[in-house]
């Protein structure tokens, strides 16, 4: 394997021998402090909520726990649908609620306990979405189909069916919302639950998922959050976790859990603990390859930090991006999204994050998390092209991107880049020119000095490898410093590259299985013992384009 893999590497070495690299100077400054650096890449959730119970996702979902354990949040829909608990594509379901043949709730909290338990038990937290309405209660008009027979290649809009509708009856709604919250204050305790946060539904901005009115909406939300703190008082409540920005469907809900009556208890405004909305990116296929749309995202995240911070009540409150992605549709397929097994995922992540963070400063925001709307579908073919961060239990590079993240430290240090794009010309052209060679660099808490480098252009094509001069003062003492370097490119913590010089199998035996493990593995090096002089030093390494590397100095 070994073999194959540095017979890989030297033929993508001449693919690019042709095109001299490029110089760029990293300036890191270990003695200067720029603020706090929150790790807001701990959020992650896909459509499919019975797959976390699976093999493959029981295994992703403990190295998602993994990261950062007790302080990762995973967010699923289709939690209350009705239905036997299979799982499909933009599906699933708990029957955790129905009536018996005189109208009386029955709750059986079997399969949604299961899944909960299965996020606690390998150090994930629920960042629980209230919904979507099951069968018993939908007010979808007779004859609606309840579940959708959506499948990859369809039209988006086929996912809607009777489990988008409002409830015949909200009080109802309201008293299944406050016996699962109590449920789960009973079965895991009030100091495990508290930490969780609560919001309803999905994207009620669109009529796929929503097929009533803002004002309907805003009655759900809040006989929801009626019952959610009826049951716990101090839980973590918000929302809406509207599509994009929601324009003026995000404006009414301010305004209306700021100053509007509420639905269910008559009072004015609505408990609101943190604020939530989704930024999707825009690929294109062009010119026989993906081009990306970073600039949508960014805008889109720009936008909805705006309308938050326009209103003064709310301007201070903790904000989740809670879908967070380069596009819009995991299950999609299309040349568009043939980005997601390689590299351009993941350096695409770590490009896009350093600007969410620049954009919730320069908005003067309190973001606590932008949620990867990713994780993995079971039983696939391999490689499938789905935006996911394993297949078939073996790590995409993407995932790296967030292993190198849970190795920052909390304080940011001073760290500037002759070949990083600039915010505002990212925000409105992308990175169709020079390439984005930026840099983050923080302290850890037991005083290691991390620096992290990625080498991004939105063109899925090859290109020049950066020449890197990374120049570091404020090192303190003239003594040598350990260094470890982290890589994830085309050969270093890919297993699809791997898979592709297998001959891409799609049934890949045991023995191929631990090799494209063993290819996945993000790998310490051992550098040359960094020389200190004066407090400063320097360490020159190349970066391949579409490359992330992590620098980790003692």
Not at 3 to 18: E, I, K, N, P, Y
Not at 342 to 371: D, F, P
Not at 491 to 499: D, G, K, Q
Request: charged share 20%; proline share 6%; hydrophobic share 40%.
């Amino acid at each position: 394997m070994k073999q194959t893999l540095a017979a890989l590497a030297l033929v993508l070495a001449a693919a690019v021998q042709a095109q001299p690299s490029f110089p760029v100077r990293i300036d890191v400054d270990a003695s200067q402090a720029v603020g706090e650096l929150k790790p807001i890449w701990r959020f992650f959730g896909a459509d499919e909520p019975n797959v976390a119970t699976m093999k493959d996702g029981r295994k992703l979902m403990q190295r998602l726990g993994e990261l950062r354990p007790g302080s990762v949040y995973f967010r699923t829909h289709n939690l209350l649908n009705t239905g036997d608990g299979t799982a499909a594509f933009k599906w699933g379901s708990t029957n955790a609620y129905t009536e018996d043949a005189q109208g009386r709730p029955v709750y059986d909290w079997t399969v949604v306990d299961r899944i909960i338990e299965t996020y606690l038990q390998r150090g994930v937290r629920p960042y629980l979405q209230i919904g979507f309405m099951p069968q018993a209660l939908s007010s979808a008009p007779a004859g609606t189909p309840y579940q959708h027979s959506w499948r990859p290649g369809f039209g988006y809009q086929l996912i809607a069916a009777a489990w988008n509708a409002p409830p015949k009856d909200y009080a109802k709604w309201q008293e299944l919302v406050y016996q699962w919250v109590r449920h789960c204050v009973a079965r895991w305790g009030r100091d495990e639950v508290k930490t969780w946060y609560f919001e309803v539904w999905n994207e009620p901005n669109l009529p796929p998922y929503w097929s009533g009115t803002q004002a309907e909406f805003n009655q759900l939300h809040d006989h929801a959050m009626a019952g959610v703190r009826r049951a716990l008082p101090e839980a973590r409540v918000g929302g809406p976790d509207v599509a994009s920005h929601g324009g003026a469907f995000m404006d009414a809900f301010l305004q209306h859990v700021v100053s509007g009556k509420n639905h269910a208890t008559g009072e004015i405004g609505t408990p609101t603990d943190f604020l939530s909305f989704h930024a999707k990116g825009s690929p294109r296929f062009v010119d026989g390859h993906v081009r990306m749309g970073m600039a949508v995202q960014l805008k889109d995240i720009a936008t909805g930090f705006q309308k938050i911070a326009a209103v003064p009540a709310l301007k201070g409150k903790p904000i989740v991006i809670g879908e967070n992605d380069p596009e819009g549709c995991a299950a999609c397929p299309g040349p568009q999204n043939a980005y997601r097994n390689g590299t351009m995922y993941s350096s695409y992540t770590a490009a896009s994050y350093k600007r969410i963070w620049q954009l919730a400063a320069r908005h003067g925001v309190n973001l606590e998390g932008a949620l990867t709307w990713a994780f993995t579908f079971e039983d696939q073919p391999w490689f499938a092209g789905y935006r996911q961060l394993a297949t078939n239990g073996v790590d995409l590079p993407v995932l790296q991107v967030f292993r190198m993240y849970a190795k920052l430290g909390a304080t940011q240090l001073r760290a500037e880049s002759s070949g990083e794009v600039p915010l505002d010309e990212l925000l409105t052209q992308g990175v169709q020119g020079r390439p984005d060679v930026g840099v983050l660099a923080t302290r850890t808490g037991d005083g290691k000095v991390a620096v992290m480098v990625w080498h991004y252009h939105d063109d899925d094509v090859a290109g020049p490898d950066a020449a890197v001069s990374l120049q570091l003062s404020g090192l303190g003492s003239n003594r040598s410093r350990a260094v470890t370097q982290w890589r994830v490119d085309k050969t270093h913590a890919n297993a699809f590259t791997a898979w592709q010089a297998m001959g891409s199998p799609q049934a890949p035996n045991e023995k191929q299985y631990v090799q494209l493990e063993a290819a996945s593995v993000m790998s310490p090096t051992a550098l040359p013992a960094l020389a200190v002089s004066g407090g400063t030093a320097a360490i020159d390494f190349s970066l391949p384009r579409q490359g992330v590397t992590l620098l980790v100095i003692e």
